[in-house]
């Protein structure tokens, strides 16, 4: 009885031993990882600013981690390359971790070339599991997140069909308004005067007569639209602002004003200095008749 005690001691101890162990090393109740944008095995990852977006449960900010995380993750392309990444902390939001691509930073590829994120390629973000919050819990277990960027050619290739189908149904739609309105047009200038009087029951000679009322009140209405139209043009021409035309001309006198112009009365002037002087000719060739005498 004694030996089962010690043996039932025995395992209470071990666990309560690997559940302490637990807790240390973050497996439960530590740090996790809830979600990450873009999602694990999505496709479509943009490829301008291109960053991994990392949402844990617990508080992760710059201020206390400083640089000790930035070992912690590796941005790995289709060809194994390691990029370079610049690790950010939300300061707005709780637990958010922003990896992203550094292309300031100089990282050939094996042919000598500056890698650049491509369209249509798969990469994966490995994040270490000794990656810690800023209470120190760690995640505990190494995590891979793997996406692939947008096809950008296939992507042009449906923007320029959609275009296409979009300006040939504009075309098309356009297209079948004018011929629609060509056939009203037609249909409204030619008008059968035999089926017309079928249909009315009038005769041929009214329909005919009406038609061709019809047709000289619209020529006559756009005769007189013309007409309005050019006695507008002619008045734009010649009249200024501040003007304004008149159906006769009238004098200021017959309107009632007894105001006297310079004009008139310099002319008043000259007339009664040529009377005055004629009659003092007229005198003077009376006064030598007389002495002749």
């Known amino acids: 009885m004694k030996k089962i005690s010690r043996i039932l001691f025995i395992i209470v101890m071990i666990t309560m031993l690997a559940t302490g162990l637990a807790f240390a090393d973050g497996t439960e109740g530590g740090l996790e990882l809830l979600d990450t944008y873009p999602k694990a095995d999505t496709t479509g990852a943009a490829i301008e600013n291109f960053d991994v977006k990392l949402y844990f449960n617990n508080e992760m900010s710059e201020d206390i981690l400083g640089d000790d995380n930035d070992d912690c993750f590796q941005l790995i392309d289709a060809d194994g390359n390691v990029l370079p990444t610049l690790i950010l902390y939300s300061p707005k ?38 990656l810690k919050d800023d209470q120190g819990n760690t995640l505990g277990k190494d995590t891979t997140v793997k996406f692939t960027t947008i096809n950008q050619t296939r992507n042009s290739m449906v923007s320029m069909l959609l275009m296409i189908v979009l300006y040939a149904g504009i075309i098309g739609f356009s297209l079948r308004s004018a011929k629609k309105t060509a056939e009203k047009q037609a249909k409204e200038a030619k008008v059968n005067p035999y089926k017309e009087a079928k249909r009315t029951g009038k005769s041929v000679e009214e329909i005919v007569e009406k038609e061709q009322k019809k047709k000289e009140k619209l020529e006559k209405k756009a005769q007189e639209e013309d007409d309005d139209d050019d006695d507008d043009d002619e008045e734009e021409d010649y009249l200024e602002e501040g003007h304004y035309r008149v159906k006769t001309r009238r004098t200021v006198a017959s309107a009632g004003s007894t105001y006297i112009t310079g004009r008139k009365a310099e002319a008043e002037e000259r007339a009664e200095r040529e009377a005055r002087y004629a009659r003092n000719q007229a005198k003077q060739k009376k006064k030598g008749k007389g002495k002749k005498k």
Not at 106 to 122: A, F, P, R, Y
């Open 93 to 130: 939001e709780t637990g958010v971790v922003m990896v992203l691509f550094d292309p300031n930073k100089e990282n050939l590829d094996s042919n000598g070339k500056q890698i650049v994120i491509k369209g249509n390629t798969e990469y994966t973000l490995k994040i270490s599991g000794d």
